[in-house]
C-alpha cells in the first residue's frame, strides 16, 4: 500500500491541540502536516491497509499539551 496514483489533500486533527487541520498525502503515502495553531508536525506512513504509523514533532523548544 505504499504506492499511491496521485497525490491528495487529507484531513487531519492536531493530535496536541485538536484543531482540525489539512495536509497533503504524497505519491508514497507519506501525510506531512504542521499545525498553524500550535506549530505541531505530525508525519504519518500508510504501512498497509489498516496500519498507520504517525510521528508526532513538538516545536523547537517546546513540549506536547497532552
Not at 491541540?17 to 503515502?29: A, D, Q, Y
Not at 504542521?34 to 508525519?43: A, D, E, L, Q, R
Not at 500508510?46 to 523547537?60: F, G, N
Request: proline share 5%.
Amino acid at each position: 500500500m505504499s504506492n499511491f496514483g496521485y497525490e491528495k489533500a487529507v484531513p487531519v486533527i492536531c493530535i496536541n491541540c485538536g484543531k482540525r487541520v489539512s495536509g497533503i498525502r504524497e505519491l508514497n503515502g507519506v501525510t506531512k502536516v504542521k499545525c498553524p495553531h500550535c506549530g505541531t508536525v505530525m508525519v504519518s506512513k500508510a504501512v498497509s491497509r489498516r496500519h498507520i504509523v504517525c510521528d508526532v514533532y513538538a516545536p523547537e523548544g517546546q513540549l506536547l499539551m497532552q
